[in-house]
């Protein structure tokens, strides 16, 4: 069976300071994967997605950035943190798009 | 572009009477459909996937798709105070990406 794990949980970060969010999709080979953030109370936005190993597009430009160094791996990262990355992101995968699978998210907190 | 447009904002209903949400999207060409559930800004859970016109019921959870129409919709039967929680649409789009679009989503309240 496929999982879908994200880490941290929660994170509580001071503006101006990096940021490294993981995503890990086991028992899926080559899927396409995805970041989507929610600011408190708003919508939830695609970020980025990745069809293939090293290979991210960007959707929503919110000075963060995305990598997938590994075909199971989704790193969403900045090296300054601002206000407005606040909120929950979501890592996800699909691999036809019929079902799409998201993990349990992030919550972060810049301070 | 495709744009998900949910509507109302908020709604209460009380225990045990039937609760409408509804969906409207401007491609029609879109895939498929989902409806999804999420408590206090946590993970998601998926209610229902439909993909053709008409009617697909999981449960208590019965969505309507009318593609020319640009609309989807979502009826909840019995709702308890455990729906309470915030109800997403998403319309997917094969764009190369399967890029899912969401709408704003609608506040359910059940009152016991």
């Known amino acids: 069976a496929q999982t879908i794990h994200q880490w941290p949980v929660a994170e509580i970060k001071a503006v101006g300071s990096p940021l490294s969010l993981g995503c890990t999709i086991k028992?899926?080979?080559?899927?396409?994967l995805y970041w989507y953030w929610q600011a408190t109370g708003g919508t939830l936005q695609q970020l980025f997605y990745?069809?293939?190993?090293?290979?991210v597009e960007s959707v929503v430009q919110l000075n963060l950035s995305a990598s997938r160094p590994k075909d199971d791996q989704f790193i969403l990262s900045t090296e300054k943190l601002l206000l407005s990355h606040s909120g929950f992101y979501l890592c996800?995968?699909?691999?036809?798009?019929?079902?799409?699978?998201f993990g349990k998210g992030t919550r972060l907190t810049v301070v | 572009q495709q744009k998900v447009q949910q509507s109302p904002e908020s709604l209460t209903v009380s225990e045990g009477a039937m609760a409408s949400l509804n969906c409207t999207f401007s491609?029609?060409?879109?895939?498929?459909f989902r409806w999804y559930r999420q408590h206090s800004a946590k993970g998601l859970e998926v209610l229902v996937s439909i993909f053709s016109d008409g009617e697909k019921e999981e449960g208590r959870f019965t969505a309507h798709l009318n593609r020319a129409n640009l609309h989807v919709s979502l009826h909840i039967r019995e709702p308890q105070p455990s729906d309470s929680a915030v109800y997403l649409c998403?319309?997917?789009?094969?764009?190369?990406?399967?890029?899912?679009?969401f709408g704003s989503g609608t506040q359910l309240t059940v009152m016991p």
């Open positions: 996800a995968w699909t691999s036809t798009g019929v079902e799409v699978f």
């Open positions: 028992g899926k080979s080559s899927p396409n």
């Open positions: 990745s069809i293939t190993v090293g290979q």
């Open positions: 491609d029609g060409t879109s895939n498929n």
């Open positions: 998403a319309v997917s789009m094969n764009s190369g990406s399967w890029q899912l679009i």
